[in-house]
């Protein structure tokens, strides 16, 4: 069982920064790839950036690449997500999640296996 907790919302002005944290733990997090996801009111669960923890290989979405960014620190266990120059459309719950990235040319699915319980951010106009 893996166990995800995130920390580091909050409210922010458009334009500013956060940065998210999801700490790991449990029997084998290492042997899956980390992701965040984000889901707005009223909208689908939709996939942010993932980072694979052997190799730090990192996709991001269209709609936050050049502004966010995943890492991970392999001592501390966590996954994080730099995000900079936030928009109010950034509001949303966003998600860590443990999981499988698979990748075919420009294609590329990640099915999570865990999920946190979310982190609030709320970005001011």
């Known amino acids: 069982q893996v166990q995800l907790v995130e920390s580091g919302g909050g409210l922010v002005q458009a334009g500013g920064s956060l940065r998210l944290s999801c700490a790991a733990s449990?029997?084998?997090?290492?042997?899956?790839?980390m992701a965040w996801f984000r889901q707005a009111p009223g909208k689908e669960r939709e996939f942010v950036a993932t980072i694979v923890w052997s190799n730090g290989d990192t996709r991001y979405a269209d709609s936050v690449k050049g502004r966010f960014t995943i890492s991970r620190d392999n001592a501390k266990n966590t996954v994080y997500l730099q995000m900079n120059s936030l928009k109010p459309e950034d509001t949303a719950i966003y998600y860590c999640?443990?999981?499988?990235?698979?990748?075919?040319?420009?294609?590329?699915?990640?099915?999570?296996?865990?999920w946190g319980q979310g982190t609030q951010v709320t970005v001011s106009s």
């Open positions: 449990g029997r084998g997090f290492r042997s899956y790839d």
């Open positions: 999640a443990a999981g499988v990235l698979t990748v075919a040319g420009t294609w590329m699915n990640f099915g999570s296996h865990y």
